[in-house]
T-cell receptor
Framework: GIQVEQSPPDLILQEGANSTLRCNFSDSVNNLQWFHQNPWGQLINLFYIPSGTKQNGRLSATTVATERYSLLYISSSQTTDSGVYFCAVLSGSARQLTFGSGTQLTVLP | NAGVMQNPRHLVRRRGQEARLRCSPMKGHSHVYWYRQLPEEGLKFMVYLQKENIIDESGMPKERFSAEFPKEGPSILRIQQVVRGDSAAYFC???????????FGSGTQLSVL
């Protein structure tokens, strides 16, 4: 099956800093989504982005499907951005999303 | 518009007992997915269901685990004769159609004593 690799595995930032999280995948994808799992375990869908660029407030995402990667940008980070960020993809005839192992983000006050 | 509802939030079972986890999808969503998350790990797909049909159960253990999504009522993930290794967070997600944006419930934390 498709392999999904996220980097970095861990990231520590001071409040106000910017960051870029990366998601590489081993095959072409039909569907790519970014999720944030907060410290209480809740999973929030941030972006549905099989290709192109989208922005939502301080967050934006870009997927370059032909080069098999996606980037999540977080600007002016806040402590509430802490948690784990997952990339998930749907590829080929698969019917369900395959998740990466996540990036653990800690934003310090 | 309520989101995906899962209950119970926490479930404690002794080894050998049965666990039943419930999931009501978002209104208008007919596609339900179950994922399992072990501590410090990502989410692993278990099963994908539509009303009254199992579409893909390739991630389900072959024994003790079953899932259903009846015409009326919530989707149920059932684990028989639980073992300590079943301790995990179980998440349900729903979408309005296949390959569409996925919305997750708050999860059920299963602890097996």
């Amino acid at each position: 099956g498709i392999q999904v690799e996220q980097s970095p595995p861990d990231l520590i930032l001071q409040e106000g800093a910017n960051s870029t999280l990366r998601c590489n995948f081993s095959d072409s994808v039909n569907n790519l989504q970014w999720f944030h799992q907060n410290p209480w375990g809740q999973l929030i869908n941030l972006f549905y982005i099989p290709s192109g660029t989208k922005q939502n407030g301080r967050l934006s995402a870009t997927t370059v499907a032909t080069e098999r990667y996606s980037l999540l940008y977080i600007s002016s980070s806040q402590t509430t951005d802490s948690g784990v960020y997952f990339c998930a993809v749907l590829s080929g005839s698969a019917r369900q999303l395959t998740f990466g192992s996540g990036t653990q983000l800690t934003v310090l006050p | 518009n309520a989101g995906v509802m899962q209950n119970p939030r926490h479930l404690v079972r002794r080894r050998g007992q049965e666990a039943r986890l419930r999931c009501s999808p978002m209104k208008g969503h007919s596609h339900v997915y179950w994922y399992r998350q072990l501590p410090e790990e990502g989410l692993k797909f278990m099963v994908y269901l539509q009303k009254e049909n199992i579409i893909d159960e390739s991630g389900m253990p072959k024994e003790r685990f079953s899932a259903e999504f009846p015409k009326e009522g919530p989707s149920i993930l059932r684990i028989q004769q639980v073992v300590r290794g079943d301790s995990a967070a179980y998440f349900c997600a729903s979408s309005p159609g296949p390959s569409e944006k996925l919305f997750f419930g708050s999860g059920t934390q299963l602890s097996v004593l």
